[in-house]
């Protein structure tokens, strides 16, 4: 219903009007004095639920009219209280709770108000930074030393001289000179190996049998067998007369220059 007071003056009006027509009609069926106030209130309930749900409208109206005018009837005698109207009378509050009971569940329910969306704040674009350069300064003054043509000095020009008598470039040529010698002269042999006593050795052939009473037998009988080897083979070397004699590199040399001396 609408929130309007000149409408609810109205129907206060009118049910005020009705209820009393109503109430009398409940007593002259026979309603105690206070059971029969609520006959109006019961049809003064169901007038409002009918306005409020806008259903029933038109069987409540015509309800309170019937009821209205039987009780002004019935009042000036012009119609007799029967079984009939005792019935109809006493089945107005059965009627009232049935139909009230359908409008409250026939009612929708309110619908929920919606609620707005809260819209959410436009990003702000981010500012751009400009990361701003002291400008360099054109021909500054450099901060540290400055390297300047290279001169030499003029100790180092004329040699190391800075003590009299020092290392000059005649004193460093004769020393160059001298490695330049040394690396080019050819290694001297080495020495050769002392030379044990004479031993025969067990096997041994005729030619190391000593005929005469001498440590050098057996020398002077090999220098003579590679005597005998030059003769045939004079590129022969000292490390194949030791391998053939089973000595050393050293004594096979030593065996070769003494008989290339004798020859």
């Given at each position: 219903?609408?929130?309007?007071?000149?409408?609810?003056?109205?129907?206060?009006?009118?049910?005020?009007?009705?209820?009393?027509?109503?109430?009398?009609?409940?007593?002259?069926?026979?309603?105690?004095?206070?059971?029969?106030?609520?006959?109006?209130?019961?049809?003064?309930?169901?007038?409002?639920?009918?306005?409020?749900?806008r259903r029933d409208v038109l069987a409540v109206v015509l309800s309170l009219i019937a009821v209205n005018a039987a009780s002004h009837l019935v009042e000036?005698?012009?119609?007799?209280?029967?079984?009939?109207?005792?019935?109809?009378?006493?089945?107005v509050a059965p009627l009232v709770l049935w139909r009230v009971h359908r409008l409250s569940e026939l009612q929708p329910e309110p619908a929920a108000e919606?609620?707005?969306?809260?819209?959410?704040?436009?990003?702000?674009?981010?500012?751009?930074?400009?990361?701003?350069?002291?400008?360099?300064?054109?021909?500054?003054?450099?901060?540290?030393?400055?390297?300047?043509?290279?001169?030499?000095?003029?100790?180092?020009a004329g040699g190391t001289g800075g003590t009299q008598g020092g290392t000059g470039p005649d004193l460093l040529g004769e020393h160059f000179a001298a490695?330049?010698?040394?690396?080019?002269?050819?290694?001297?042999?080495?020495?050769?190996?002392?030379?044990?006593?004479?031993?025969?050795?067990?096997?041994?052939?005729?030619?190391?049998?000593?005929?005469?009473?001498?440590?050098?037998?057996?020398?002077?009988?090999?220098?003579?067998?590679?005597?005998?080897?030059?003769?045939?083979?004079?590129?022969?070397?000292?490390?194949?007369?030791?391998?053939?004699?089973?000595?050393?590199?050293?004594?096979?040399?030593?065996?070769?220059?003494?008989?290339?001396?004798?020859?």
């Amino acid at each position: 219903m609408k929130r309007d007071p000149l409408l609810w003056v109205a129907t206060a009006a009118v049910l005020t009007v009705l209820a009393s027509a109503e109430y009398e009609l409940a007593r002259a069926c026979g309603f105690g004095t206070y059971v029969a106030a609520g006959v109006p209130a019961a049809l003064d309930v169901y007038a409002l639920a009918a306005l409020r749900a806008r259903r029933d409208v038109l069987a409540v109206v015509l309800s309170l009219i019937a009821v209205n005018a039987a009780s002004h009837l019935v009042e000036v005698g012009l119609l007799p209280v029967s079984v009939a109207l005792v019935v109809a009378v006493s089945a107005v509050a059965p009627l009232v709770l049935w139909r009230v009971h359908r409008l409250s569940e026939l009612q929708p329910e309110p619908a929920a108000e919606p609620v707005p969306a809260v819209a959410e704040p436009a990003t702000e674009p981010a500012e751009p930074i400009t990361v701003e350069r002291a400008p360099e300064p054109v021909d500054a003054a450099p901060a540290g030393p400055v390297l300047g043509p290279w001169q030499p000095l003029a100790e180092l020009a004329g040699g190391t001289g800075g003590t009299q008598g020092g290392t000059g470039p005649d004193l460093l040529g004769e020393h160059f000179a001298a490695v330049r010698k040394a690396i080019g002269e050819t290694p001297a042999e080495p020495a050769a190996e002392p030379v044990p006593p004479a031993v025969p050795p067990g096997g041994t052939g005729a030619d190391d049998i000593e005929t005469i009473d001498s440590q050098n037998t057996t020398f002077e009988a090999r220098v003579a067998t590679v005597r005998h080897w030059l003769e045939s083979e004079p590129e022969l070397t000292g490390t194949e007369i030791g391998n053939r004699l089973g000595i050393s590199d050293g004594y096979g040399r030593r065996l070769l220059r003494t008989a290339r001396d004798g020859s």
